[in-house]
């Protein structure tokens, strides 16, 4: 699998899974958004976690920087 999130991607995934789970554990903890909120967080911070995201690989997106990319 190749890695396709860079650094700050990292970091601004995390902060916004932190958000979202936050938002569903406490203030929306009596609707029907916790669920939703608590699954997109987890995936954000998956996605953070492993370097690589789904989507920007189907949209041939690539925030890491060319320099920390293994040789060919």
């Known amino acids: 699998m190749f890695n396709n999130v ?3 991607d990292q970091i601004v995934r ?7 789970l936050y ?3 406490s203030v929306y903890q ?11 967080a987890a995936l954000l911070a998956f996605s953070a976690a492993i370097g690589f995201c789904g989507i920007y690989s189907l949209l041939g997106i690539n925030t890491r920087p060319p320099h920390d ?3 060919t």
């Open 14 to 20: 995390l902060l916004l899974a932190q958000v979202l």
């Open 6 to 8: 860079g650094r700050f």
């Open 30 to 40: 009596d609707t029907g958004l916790v669920v939703g909120l608590d699954i997109a």
């Open 23 to 25: 938002a569903g554990l």
């Open 69 to 71: 990319h293994p040789p």
